[in-house]
């Protein structure tokens, strides 16, 4: 019943900006990790940043100073922004929740939205 529907892919020069938006259709309780994860073709998909529910946030070194994950939990929202995008941050980004309980362990997946940095 919980969907999470990403947008603010697109494309973009280099050296500019995108916003990421992820929400989830209803709220989802006992939420432990939120992230964002890239793939592109030939490639692995990769661990990008994650927010935990402590706000602790984590980031891949390829992005370190560039990008940023936050969330709001009013509007049952993530976000990741991206600045001084690159060519080689061109990739489907995925969003992730994890949510844990005593009982049950659930993780959700977003659609992907297509990022694409080129001239």
């Known amino acids: 019943q919980v969907q999470l529907v990403e947008s603010g892919g697109g494309l973009v020069q280099p050296g500019g900006s995108l916003r990421l938006s992820c929400a989830a259709s209803?709220?989802?309780?006992?939420?432990?990790?939120m992230g964002w994860y890239r793939q592109s073709p030939g490639k692995e998909r990769e661990l990008v940043a994650r927010i935990t529910s402590d706000s602790t946030t984590n980031y891949t070194d390829s992005v370190k100073g560039r990008f940023t994950i936050s969330r709001d939990n009013a509007k049952n929202t993530m976000y990741l922004e991206m600045n001084s995008l690159k060519p080689e941050d061109t990739a489907v980004y995925y969003c992730?929740?994890?949510?844990?309980?005593?009982?049950?362990?659930?993780?959700?997946w977003g659609q992907g939205t297509q990022v694409t940095v080129s001239s």
């Open positions: 992730y929740v994890l949510a844990v309980t005593t009982t049950t362990i659930r993780g959700y």
């Open positions: 209803r709220s989802i309780e006992s939420v432990k990790i």
